[in-house]
C-alpha cells in the first residue's frame, strides 16, 4: 500500500515549456486534490476531482489543466509554464465518507523551478 | 467564504518545554472539522490532530492537545514535552461538513515554522 504518490519529484523547465505532474493514490478514493505551496502562502488549492472522469476549479486554477481519466491517477498539466508557476505540489486523495471524519492523505511533494 | 488565520509565522520553544501554536477562524457553519497538520523538512504533511465542531470536548492525541472555543473561533494546539522533531511548519486547516462538490476541500491557513531549543 503505497498511498499517495507523485511522479516527478523534481523537475527544472523553461519559461514556455509544457509538462504534467503525475499523482496516484492506490486507496480506491473518490476525492483528489491539486496544491501549490509558496512561502508564506500555505497551501492553496489549484483543482479537484469528486471523482472519476469530473473536475472542478480551485482557488488558483489559472494556468493548469487536470484531467481524471482513472480514479486512481490525478493529472496536472501546465501548457505553457512560467516563472510565477515554480512552487512545491502536493497532491492529496480523500475517501467519500469514512464515519464522517476522514482527512486527505498527502503525497510527498513536487518541485517545480521555472526559469 | 471562510478563512484561517494564524498570526505566528515563527515560534521558538525550548527542548521539553510546552507550546501553544494560535489559529482563529471564520466560518458563518455551525458544523465543521478543524485540523492541524505538521509539515517537517520532508515536506511530507502530516495530520496531527483533528476536532469536530459539535464536540464541546478538546481533542487529545499523546502530547499534543487542543484548545477549541467555537464561540471565539479559536483552535490552538498545544504541543507538551516538545521534542527536537516537533521542529516543523504546522498548518490549521477548516473543512466544512459534507461531501457534495467543495464541501470536502480543506482550506489552510499560512502556517507557522515552529523551532525546538536543544
Known amino acids: 500500500n503505497a498511498g499517495v504518490t507523485q511522479t516527478p519529484k523534481f523537475r527544472v523547465l523553461k519559461t514556455g515549456q509544457s509538462m504534467t505532474l503525475l499523482c496516484a493514490q492506490d486507496m480506491n478514493h473518490e476525492y483528489m486534490y491539486w496544491y501549490r505551496q509558496d512561502p508564506g502562502m500555505g497551501l492553496r488549492l489549484i483543482h479537484y476531482s469528486v471523482g472519476e472522469g469530473t473536475t472542478a476549479k480551485g482557488e488558483v486554477p489559472d494556468g493548469y489543466n487536470v484531467s481524471r481519466l482513472k480514479k486512481q491517477n490525478f493529472l496536472l498539466g501546465l501548457e505553457s509554464a512560467a516563472p510565477s508557476q515554480t512552487s512545491v505540489y502536493f497532491c492529496a486523495s480523500k475517501p467519500l465518507r469514512a464515519g464522517g471524519r476522514e482527512t486527505q492523505y498527502f503525497g510527498p511533494g513536487t518541485r517545480l523551478l521555472v526559469l | 467564504a471562510q478563512t484561517v488565520t494564524q498570526s505566528q509565522p515563527e515560534m521558538s520553544v525550548q527542548e521539553a518545554e510546552t507550546v501553544t501554536l494560535s489559529c482563529t477562524y471564520d466560518t458563518s457553519e455551525s458544523d465543521y472539522y478543524l485540523f492541524w497538520y505538521k509539515q517537517p523538512p520532508s515536506r511530507q504533511m502530516i495530520l496531527v490532530i483533528r476536532q469536530e465542531a459539535y464536540k464541546q470536548q478538546n481533542a487529545t492525541e499523546n502530547r499534543f492537545s487542543v484548545n477549541f472555543q467555537k464561540a471565539a473561533k479559536s483552535f490552538s494546539l498545544k504541543i507538551s514535552d516538545s521534542q527536537l522533531g516537533d521542529a516543523a511548519m504546522y498548518f490549521c486547516?477548516?473543512?466544512?461538513?459534507?461531501?457534495?462538490?467543495?464541501?470536502?476541500?480543506?482550506?489552510f491557513g499560512k502556517g507557522t515554522k515552529l523551532s525546538v531549543k536543544p
Open positions: 486547516a477548516y473543512r466544512s461538513v459534507g461531501y457534495g462538490g467543495s464541501q470536502g476541500n480543506l482550506i
